[in-house]
């Protein structure tokens, strides 16, 4: 007996895709982050000043730390979201805490942009919920 569903092949790619983009997008962070500390330091030394190149230094610290759980966030996504393509219940486990989390940051950071995540982390939620507790679809596989 089948119980793949062809609604968990079309979320799972899209979660795949959009974790893809935000992989990137920390990784992207990260190099943008070690430009600026590297920057802040090397001004440090140069200039033999400690304020400004202290805070840029710190800075490039701070976005290679966010770059970095962006990074792995978005794997572990990934990871639930081919999970999630064959129907099993741990990648919808795992995509619905990932998706709580951003419904708890979005509510956090509230802002336009944290709208539209808002929107889409509750109902990728939902969607999780709805198919582990036998609401939509067949069973799932374990």
Known sequence: MDNTYPTDKVIGILVIVFSVCAAIGGLL????????????????????????????????????VIGLLTALISAVRIYGGVK????????FMIVMI???????????SFNAASIVQLAINGALAYYCWARMNGKIGPPLLD
């Not at 962070?29 to 440090?44: F, H, P, Q």
């Not at 999630?84 to 990648?91: E, L, N, V, Y």
């Open 29 to 64: 962070i990260v190099l943008g982050g070690g430009i600026l500390g590297a920057a802040g330091v090397a001004g440090a030394t140069q200039a033999r000043e400690t304020g400004g190149a202290v805070v840029a230094a710190g800075a490039g610290g701070m976005l290679v």
């Open 84 to 91: 999630m393509m064959q129907s099993i219940r741990s990648g």
């Open 98 to 108: 990932l998706s709580l989390i951003g419904v708890v940051l979005s509510l956090l």
